[in-house]
């Protein structure tokens, strides 16, 4: 397992989507529309998120030695990614207001108003199931597409095995995910949806 990518994969993005805005959106829709839907919508958008990932590291790691460089663009790629994440991370914490507001808090309240509106587009139609699946699944791949998980699942797709890498990212997505939706519910319970 520590060879095929599946524990990197998998601690990367446990670690790395706890508190993300993906998780705080299915939380929310999970007070709103009910865990399943929620879990299954999130959980297939960041499974073809994954794979998309994983595929795109793959093709990259695949590149005939005719094609390469003397020059390691990869290795400078990877620096200069490595570097604008550093930087733009410190930024945003320093950015913070002093109030004692988190990283956390800005996911939560950016998350807020992606599912307000999309409660803001659909009042008053009842929608099939079928419908809110694929308007939850799109909402969580627009909202990861890009994302710090995404480009961490590139690097290694391209570095280890594709599968374990998909399969141990795809298992930390459904973890958080299920972490998520299950406070979401539970919260529902004790808070009204009106307050949500």
């Known amino acids: 397992l520590g060879k095929s990518g599946f524990l990197a994969a998998f601690s990367l993005i446990f670690l790395s989507e706890i508190g993300d805005k993906t998780f705080f959106i299915a939380a929310l829709l999970a007070m709103k529309i009910g ?16 794979v998309i990932s994983v595929s795109i590291g793959a093709i ?25 994440f550093g ?11 002093e109030a004692g507001a988190s990283s956390s808090d800005e996911e939560l309240s950016e998350a807020e108003t992606v599912v ?30 890009g994302d710090r998980s995404m480009l961490a699942t590139i690097a290694l797709g391209a570095a280890q095995n594709p599968v374990g890498v998909a399969v141990g990212a795809i298992a930390g997505h459904a973890i958080a995910t299920g972490i998520a ?3 979401g519910a539970i919260a529902s319970k004790y808070v009204s949806e009106r307050t949500v």
């Open 116 to 145: 307000q509106s999309v409660d803001a587009g659909g009042k008053g139609k009842k929608d099939s199931p079928l419908a809110v699946f694929f308007e939850v699944a799109t909402l969580i791949f627009l909202a990861e597409w």
């Open 35 to 50: 865990k399943w839907m929620s879990f299954f919508g999130s959980l297939s958008a960041l499974s073809i998120m994954t």
């Open 181 to 183: 939706v299950l406070g």
């Open 60 to 84: 990259f790691s695949r590149v005939p030695d005719a094609l390469k460089s003397s020059i390691p663009v990869g290795e400078l790629a990877g620096i200069a990614l490595l570097v604008f």
């Open 87 to 97: 930087v733009k991370t410190l930024r945003d914490g320093l950015k913070q207001p």
